[in-house]
């Protein structure tokens, strides 16, 4: 009780000197004053509940979340907030040592027991004062975004944020990456706050943009296993809410884009995002989209993507189908039809004998049939690839560099292709 003052000042004192927040508030005086006070009030309090063997009463627990509301206005930082816990507590165990004197076992494991046990509801009335204050004060949009970076860091503070917005937090997530070619707008500004407030307000789906050109979003999982990955649950309702949703992110965006899906357990989110980013640089780029690619969808590609001398194999497959007509296409809607001739021809609008010369067309061209397995393997990976926005339409077209012999596997010599 003695050292209480001291010990105050020699804490606020450190906060000044770790923290840009509290020497712009030392500045001010009466700001410090308050600072000093608080400081010492701490302690004493502190001391008489130790002396009574008494818990923190539900008015100080407030008096601690006034102050936490107090540094929201005054312009203090999460990481202040945060920080400031942590050297709090620090500087209150070295005191409670140097008290006991270093020889007083009992009473210094008295002091610390129940520092331990009152010090964690005081830190969250607290935190969460701050916390509670400061979402006050964002937008929607901006509570959205922090939100979802809270969840892909596995923060704490994470369902204290959700309800303010009227949202459960989940054990399990679907992450969707959805990828333009190109920049969407100059500028990170209030264009994306309205789309990501937009997609809130009618799915409550969790958004951030990542990149210019890259949107995440979160969706809720059952966190289920399923060799295929729009098996998202056992309601096949939920798969058209989520193509829905997609489709109206690219609706509002405006251009077409590449949509890659993983999902993940809540706390282990950062590599579900990694896995959906790798699917959705492989995944084909369309205007509306009519796939969610997961990894089962596009393992093939990611291997591909992987090897420059495969990619580089592929392109020449791509650059001489490029010589048509609309042959990429035609395959295309051909294997999207399990190769069925008669669907494939009206989803093109086309006489079938034009999709048998164009399929014979790509006989010529390459030396593979599109209706074998070798063909399938080959011409879909190809396909893919060039909707994928793999190569530029310049690429593809330029004479081949000096090739590689590809493994038998990839096609006997006599395929045609240079190897």
């Not at 509301?69 to 040592?97: K, P």
């Not at 093939?300 to 990429?328: K, S």
Request: net charge neutral; hydrophobic share 45%.
């Amino acid at each position: 009780m003695k050292r209480s003052d001291a010990n105050a000042r020699a804490e606020v004192s450190v906060y000044m000197r770790e923290l840009p927040d509290y020497r712009r508030e030392a500045a001010n005086p009466q700001a410090y004053a308050e600072t000093l006070e608080y400081a010492v009030w701490l302690r004493r309090r502190t001391i008489e509940c130790v002396s009574e063997d008494q818990p923190l009463a539900a008015e100080d627990l407030a008096f601690v979340g006034s102050i936490g509301q107090q540094r929201v206005r005054h312009g203090f930082s999460l990481h202040t907030a945060r920080r400031v816990l942590a050297l709090h507590t620090n500087l209150m165990l070295r005191e409670f040592y140097d008290a006991a004197e270093g020889q007083d076992v009992q009473e210094l494991l008295h002091l610390l027991s129940w520092f331990g046990t009152q010090g964690t509801p005081g830190a969250a009335a607290y935190l969460q004062a701050y916390i509670d204050a400061e979402h006050l004060r964002l937008s929607v949009a901006a509570r959205v975004r922090t939100l979802t970076q809270l969840l892909l860091t596995g923060d704490a503070t994470a369902p204290s944020l959700a309800r303010s917005l009227g949202v459960d937090v989940h054990d399990h997530y679907l992450v969707v990456i959805v990828r333009m070619p190109s920049q969407l707008f100059g500028r990170a500004d209030a264009t994306h706050d309205d789309l990501v407030a937009s997609v809130f307000k009618n799915h409550l789906a969790l958004l951030s943009w990542q990149q210019p050109n890259e949107l995440l979003v979160l969706v809720p999982h059952d966190g289920s296993v399923s060799l295929s990955p729009m098996s998202l649950s056992p309601m096949a309702s939920d798969g058209d809410r989520l193509m829905s949703l997609v489709r109206e992110i690219v609706e509002r965006v405006a251009r077409p884009c590449a949509v890659g899906t993983a999902a993940g357990a809540a706390n282990a989110l950062n590599k579900a995002v990694e896995l959906a980013r790798r699917v959705a640089h492989v995944a084909p780029v369309e205007a509306t989209p009519r796939t969610l690619s997961g990894v089962a969808d596009v393992f093939v590609e990611l291997g591909a993507a992987q090897l420059p001398e495969v990619d580089h194999w592929l392109r020449e497959i791509a650059r001489r189908l490029a010589n048509g007509p609309d042959l990429v296409v035609t395959l295309d809607a051909y294997y999207r039809a399990d190769m069925n001739r008669l669907a494939t021809a009206a989803a093109l609008h086309i006489h079938p004998r034009t999709l048998d010369y164009r399929l014979q067309r790509v006989y010529n061209l390459v030396n593979v049939d599109p209706g074998s397995v070798r063909g399938v393997r080959i011409l879909s990976t190809t396909v893919a690839r060039v909707l994928a926005g793999a190569w530029t339409q310049a690429q593809a077209l330029v004479p081949p560099a000096p090739a590689f012999r590809v493994p038998p596997d990839f096609g006997p010599a006599t395929t045609g292709v240079p190897y």
